[in-house]
């Protein structure tokens, strides 16, 4: 059978009953009310991203058992140089896609996959350059190996096409989520099988190119609209560029939010130590995956389309939304505190035990930052891309440098109260923000804050002595 024929038969599979069965998301916007939109969206995502989280931990259980810790600690540090390299360029094309007037334009959408593809070389040309500094810089020559080729996932990666961003730009993801979750079993399937094959951390970085290449496959077999093609408007790209400043700048500091724990980590404590940190992270970060793929897929499509700032009525909405959002995730990071240590208990082997605390810690010092993560998408619905830069940076600087003063004074445990005391202060930023674009509540953030709180001090109390085996982590 042609391709043609196959596409057509695998599409139906993922075909959904209602509006989402004859249009892609190229369309128009879909009428109904937004809650219902909201609701449906956030459902799917919530199932598709439960899913995967479910798939990542079966797979690192099954890789667990038979690759060895120090492989998990290579592959964090090769991740943490890949995502950087990333973030220090990202453009900001789907954030573009979503909140640009031309966001349904073909001619805007291929201008914006050809830069994506361009700057996807680079990105691993960036890499491979790095290898080498990067294996000095942590003392382990086999980065120097594994980076060149895991890296080249993000050449993969760039030719992702832009139905994948339209249609998260109308909510209307379903199809998406299903893809995404197909994709990663299979990849999980083939990560497993080569680390039964080679018992190699070897596995795993080819497992990335793998997992990307299945990924573009069912993207360009499976999502309607019509495909991208190469493309160069002038005004196309003097919108993205203009608008992507600000979300370069914003980005790279973004890279210091996400990755600096582990950067810092990788000098201070074995490359054991990063592979039992990481798993512990691993199930921490997993409810905050979630809500930041929920945040901008959902709450900036929201704010975009009812500002808060705009009626009582807008603001009314979004505060709902908002504080739906925030108690859902609160419950789970609180979870997670009382309930990390027994969860790795039962999961994992006697090597990884000491990832407990880990759990519990970084539920804990992620709770400033859940507070206020939803407001910074009424700039940027409103295209104010210099206020996300202005918060991010804020954010950045703190949780860096306050993370590694505490490293330096109290340990790991130091490291991770300097890691929440930045986005305690940074939320002074965030208020700032919320209140020029009028979308701040005073009352939800102190009843937030107040759970998490009590919530905090419950946990610290019954993990105490978790928490202070985390002293053992430093070489």
């Not at 890279?255 to 130590?273: A, N, R, V, Y």
């Not at 995956?289 to 704010?303: D, F, K, V």
């Not at 009626?311 to 959002?325: E, G, M, N, Q």
Request: charged share 15%.
């Amino acid at each position: 059978m042609s391709p043609r024929g196959i596409r057509p038969r695998l599409a139906s599979l993922f075909a959904r009953k209602g509006p989402d069965a004859e249009g892609g998301p190229s369309q128009a916007v879909p009428g109904g009310r937004i809650a219902d939109r909201i609701g449906s969206s956030a459902a799917v995502i919530v199932g598709n991203l439960f899913g995967g989280q479910l798939l990542r931990l079966a797979g690192n259980l099954v890789l667990s058992r038979i690759l060895f810790p120090e492989a998990f600690g290579l592959m964090t540090l090769v991740t943490a140089v890949i995502v950087g390299v990333t973030m220090f360029s990202d453009v900001g094309i789907k954030p573009s896609i979503q909140q640009s007037k031309r966001g349904d334009d073909q001619v805007f959408l291929d201008t914006a996959w050809t830069i994506q593809i361009l700057r996807s070389f680079a990105l691993w040309i960036a890499c491979c350059l790095l290898s080498w500094p990067a294996g000095q810089f942590f003392n382990e020559p086999m980065l120097t190996q594994l980076l060149p080729v895991a890296s080249f996932s993000l050449v993969v990666m760039g030719f992702f096409p832009t139905r994948e961003d339209t249609a998260s730009r109308h909510l209307k993801i379903g199809r998406v989520m299903a893809i995404d979750l197909v994709s990663q079993a299979l990849g999980l399937v083939v990560i497993i099988g080569l680390a039964w094959w080679l018992r190699s951390v070897w596995a795993m970085a080819f497992g990335m190119v793998i997992g990307a290449v299945i990924k573009l496959v069912l993207y360009d077999l499976l999502l309607p609209g019509p495909r991208n093609r190469l493309c160069w408007e002038r005004e196309a790209r003097i919108e993205l560029i203009h608008f992507g400043k600000w979300i370069f700048l914003s980005t790279a500091f973004s890279f210091l939010l996400s990755q600096s724990d582990k950067m810092i980590l990788g000098k201070f404590i074995t490359l054991e130590g990063i592979g039992i940190y990481n798993v512990g992270f691993f199930i921490a970060a997993a409810p905050m995956m979630i809500a930041t793929s929920m945040n901008g897929r959902i709450m900036l499509p929201l704010c975009r389309d009812h500002p808060p700032g705009k009626s009582a009525t807008d603001f009314a909405l979004v505060r709902r939304v908002r504080v739906r959002f925030t108690m859902a995730f609160l419950a789970c990071q609180l979870a997670l505190s009382l309930l990390g240590v027994t969860i790795i208990e039962i999961l994992y082997d006697d090597r990884f035990h000491a990832s407990g605390g880990v759990v519990v810690a970084v539920a804990l010092m992620n709770i400033p930052f859940l507070i206020g993560m939803t407001y910074e998408n009424a700039a940027m619905a409103s295209g104010d891309s210099r206020a996300v830069f202005a918060l991010n940076a804020t954010r950045a600087i703190l949780q860096t440098g306050l993370f590694l003063a505490g490293i330096q004074i109290g340990g790991l445990t130091g490291a991770f109260v300097g890691f929440a005391a930045g986005h305690l202060l940074a939320h002074a930023m965030v208020i700032r923000i919320a209140v020029k674009h009028g979308a701040w509540d005073p009352l939800h953030d102190a009843a937030m804050a107040l759970i998490g709180a009590g919530g905090a001090a419950l946990a610290l109390w019954v993990h105490a002595d978790d928490l202070a085996l985390l002293a053992g982590f430093l070489s």
